[in-house]
């Protein structure tokens, strides 16, 4: 998801706290940067407030919406009128919070635009003796219960929802971390290590040399 917040002590603080609840957050903190960004990454949420600078926040969101964006927009503003809330709708937005706001409020929300963004897809993943429950975040195999890292569940959410296809290195980091991380970095392959370590034996990942992962 992409944060957009002039105020960088806000954006950072409400980053880092969307990402200890296991998100990949990305920030931008001008309107013109969230459409850099948009351009070239497809989030599944936006965060936006609309008193930005360079480019405004409601243009932010016509824009996004000309451009028939996939992703769900949440606008912030520090006026909590009907009247405002009603415009920030009309733009475009999928959702609206008032400044201050309480961060419980902010992850209930994004958490449903999120589940807005995407297709549906069934409620229990299972693939080769491999149960995955993303509402419970529970994971089991052969009805034995695996502990694992919220790292290491988005990992493996990802390689069940592909469905056998491999998953590159590159969408794994996109996916299950941020723009923070090293794209060199060796945190794939260090995270799947301990993942099949913790899944067991017959081995349900595969490594396919040069392009990714697959289950």
């Known amino acids: 998801m992409l944060v957009v917040e002039d105020e960088r002590v806000l954006a950072d603080a409400i980053a880092t706290g969307l990402r200890r609840e296991a ?46 964006t996939a992703s769900r927009i949440l606008m912030l503003t520090a006026s909590g009128d009907v009247d405002d ?7 475009g937005a999928d959702d609206y919070l008032a400044k201050p706001f309480a961060f419980v409020e902010l992850v209930a929300r994004v958490r449903a635009l999120g589940r807005r963004s995407a297709p549906a897809l069934p409620p229990v993943l299972e693939r080769s003796g491999v149960r995955l429950d993303p509402g419970k975040r529970l994971v ?8 694992l890292t919220k790292k290491e569940f988005a990992v493996l959410e990802e390689l069940m929802r592909a469905e056998g296809a491999v998953v590159s290195q590159e969408d794994l980091l996109d996916k299950a971390w941020d723009e923070n991380i ?11 290590m301990t993942l099949r370590k913790k899944l067991g034996e017959p081995q349900v990942i595969e490594t396919v040399p040069g392009v990714g992962y697959k289950l």
């Open 140 to 147: 089991t195999r052969d009805g034995e219960e695996i502990a």
């Open 85 to 91: 809330r009603v415009e920030g709708l009309g733009l």
């Open 23 to 68: 998100m990949a957050v990305d920030v931008a903190y001008d309107g013109a940067g969230a459409l850099e960004r948009t351009g070239y990454v497809d989030y599944d949420v936006i965060v936006l407030d609309r008193d930005l600078p360079k480019v405004h926040g409601d243009e932010v969101c016509r824009r996004l919406v000309a451009d028939r």
């Open 182 to 192: 090293d794209p060199f970095t060796n945190v794939v392959r260090v995270t799947m």
